[in-house]
């Protein structure tokens, strides 16, 4: 027989509704006795049916999560990293419905089919769809980008991340840098590239347009857009992520030069492969986990009509070293 409310707060010693209300996460409940209620209803292999809850609710128990698009740009890194701290902030409390913004229609979304929307924006464009959803009344957290509206709105400092990992190739001595963008209409290419400017001018150097290249954020585009590159005798290599970083690696080594002897890299993310390369990738770490992390707990207190103090946060991405980049001087 399955395992109802009533059990756990006859297991517990609480009231229904007090275990209720504790496992829709509602801040109501004091922290020891919602802990002791999700402990029991672990230990209880409490399932809870969604379906008929949405039924005798009125709610339907759907959290949207929208990416700018689905399959043409946006890297496994920041799916796999949101939609793994998206399950873990919900729990088994609600469905998760993944879409692309690039496939929706307008006028499409019906706020009776999600408790709360999570948008994980790269461009501008993606600024018709959040204004949809805001003039709906969804929850919503914008996240990846900042976007000029009164929403909850969670970001990395790209720009100045970028400048100071471009400064560490400058530092090292590298002048002749290729550089390997993304996709143009997206907000992080614009903002990496930015970063790059604004370390040069500080090292009083401008940019050779001829060793910048797109490589569109992936392994098979970073392989083919420095192979343009390669024998303009560049020092060293940045890749707007660390996929384009790898591709970029592969096509160095083919050409019959080392990393980081001949050519130095620097990548942009910090995935965790990029780790256990030979030799390891020095990358601009970007917190997408703790990003999206803030972005689904902000996003359930606001589902729960909790205060949300700070609507807008950006958080600080780290540079990881590795061991690709050669000193010249």
Not at 144 to 149: A, F, L, S, T
Not at 289 to 301: D, E, H, T
Request: charged share 30%; glycine share 8%; hydrophobic share 40%.
């Amino acid at each position: 027989m399955a395992v109802t409310i009533k059990d756990i707060a006859k297991y517990v010693g609480v009231s229904h509704s007090t275990v209720s209300r504790a496992l829709n996460g509602s801040s109501e409940v004091n922290f020891e006795t919602k802990e002791k209620i999700l402990k029991a209803a672990k230990e209880l292999n409490y399932i809870p049916d969604i379906n008929a809850r949405s039924l005798k609710l009125s709610k339907p128990y759907n959290i949207g999560v929208f990416f700018s698009t689905i399959d043409k740009g946006t890297s496994a890194f920041v799916f796999h990293n949101v939609i793994t701290n998206v399950y873990e902030g919900i729990g088994s409390r609600y469905n998760v419905i993944v879409k692309g913004i690039d496939t929706y229609e307008k006028n499409s979304i019906n706020p009776k089919n999600y408790d709360g929307i999570l948008v994980v924006s790269q461009k501008e464009e993606d600024d018709e769809f959040i204004e949809e959803i805001l003039s709906k009344n969804i929850p919503l957290v914008v996240i990846n980008r900042e976007v000029n509206y009164d929403v909850i709105n969670v970001f990395a400092d790209e720009r100045i991340a970028t400048r100071r990992g471009f400064e560490e190739l400058l530092y090292n001595g590298h002048r002749k840098i290729g550089i390997i963008e993304g996709k143009e209409q997206f907000l992080s290419t614009k903002l990496r590239r930015e970063g790059c400017l604004d370390a040069l001018k500080k090292y009083n150097t401008e940019i050779d347009k001829d060793l910048v290249v797109s490589g569109d954020f992936t392994v098979t585009g970073g392989y083919f857009a420095a192979k343009k590159i390669i024998d303009k005798e560049i020092t060293a290599i940045f890749a707007f992520n660390d996929e384009m970083a790898i591709g970029a690696i592969k096509a160095i080594r083919e050409s019959g030069l080392r990393v980081p002897e001949d050519i130095s890299i620097l990548g942009f993310d910090g995935t965790e492969i990029g780790e256990y390369l030979t030799p390891s990738i020095a990358t601009i770490k970007r917190p997408v986990g703790k990003v999206s992390k803030l972005a689904i707990n902000l996003l359930m207190k606001k589902i729960n009509g909790e205060e949300i103090n700070e609507k807008k946060v950006g958080l600080e991405s780290e540079i990881v070293f590795g061991d690709s980049i050669r000193k010249l001087c």
